[in-house]
């Protein structure tokens, strides 16, 4: 299956490293490559994966997507552009342009998910493709595939869950007694926050993650803006250590139900809740439905690792569904 890679980032190089330590278990070939800042390198016969993770730069850049489609011709594009959690953009116009195309699309931006993923599911069905997500809301651990392949005829009513991994990190360190900041700071080391470390206190991408949850296991039709928000900038070390003298802690906590109620709060919670026992980069969510209680799934120490594992989670079912021959 030939594969075009929109953004080559972080998550983009560790697919890249995967496929090539992988071949005979991933039957993929990447045929395209295109960047805003690092050029397009497009060659059918199927692109040498480590010369690409050693290039300064890719070529020259193609001025549209369209026209990067258009050259390397995929079945499948996968988006690896970075959140905007204001916009969703340039990611849904990105998705739109390859599934207009009958190109499956497959996501790693929670942005498209949260803003526009009824129109490109029905873009998708119209065109007779797939349009997969799995690593948009917890890295690779299986969320949406956990309800599409293991909940037949259950109806989720609503979520719980931890989802931000940088507010967690910003938390335990003021319980040490830093500062705001100093957690900001052990967080960027470990590599987990936004670009912009706002985005994460302020809780705009467990805000997004709400909306890409809510959009697809509750049918909302919400972008982020209308998810009732409270990041945890108000939050000092003080409190926390007063807290911890309770036997209480801090998460940011994502829920969401079918009565519309959704939201996203740094909640008081005993160190016995379920959801306190997400700890550093971990991840929690539970999923309530009707016929099979709740259950969940817990990602612990997540890496980009993980991330990549969801796109070829995602990328192997297009691959089984849609008939493909191995290469």
Not at 23 to 35: A, K, W
Not at 53 to 59: F, V, Y
Not at 165 to 190: K, L, W
Request: positive net charge; proline residues 4%.
């Amino acid at each position: 299956m030939n594969l075009a890679l929109i953004g080559f980032g972080q998550v983009g190089r560790e697919l890249a490293r995967q496929l090539d330590a992988h071949p005979q278990r991933f039957p993929f070939r990447i045929v395209g490559i295109h960047t805003l800042r690092h050029g397009t390198l497009v060659d059918a016969a199927g692109i040498s994966l480590k010369r690409a993770l050693t290039m300064p730069a890719l070529g020259t850049r193609l001025a549209t997507v369209e026209e990067f489609l258009e050259a390397c011709r995929p079945h499948a594009a996968v988006e690896l552009t970075p959140l905007d959690p204001l916009t969703g953009e340039p990611a849904i116009r990105h998705l739109r342009a390859a599934l207009e195309r009958g190109i499956h699309a497959v996501t790693a931006n929670k942005g498209p998910v949260a803003f526009a993923y009824q129109e490109l599911a029905q873009l998708a069905r119209e065109r007779g493709c797939l349009f997969r997500f799995e690593s948009t809301v917890m890295d690779g651990a299986p969320v949406f595939n956990l309800v599409r392949r293991c909940l037949p005829g259950a109806r989720v009513l609503g979520f719980t869950g931890v989802l931000n991994s940088t507010t967690t990190v910003v938390i335990e360190a003021m319980e040490e007694g830093r500062s705001f900041s100093e957690g900001v700071e052990r967080a960027r080391r470990m590599g987990i926050t936004e670009a912009n470390h706002s985005y994460d206190t302020d809780g705009w991408d467990a805000a997004a993650k709400t909306a890409a949850l809510a959009n697809v296991l509750l049918d909302a039709r919400v972008t982020p803006m209308e998810i009732d928000r409270r990041g945890i900038g108000r939050l000092t070390p003080d409190r926390l250590r007063d807290l911890n003298a309770q036997g209480k802690t801090v998460r940011l906590v994502s829920r969401g139900s079918r009565s519309g109620k959704l939201r996203v709060r740094g909640e008081v919670l005993s160190r016995a809740d379920l959801l306190a026992s997400a700890q550093g980069a971990s991840g929690l969510l539970l999923l309530h439905t009707d016929l099979m209680g709740t259950v969940g799934a817990i990602e612990v120490a997540p890496t980009l690792a993980q991330t990549a594992y969801g796109v070829l989670a995602d990328l192997t079912e297009i691959w089984a569904v849609s008939g493909l021959q191995p290469l």
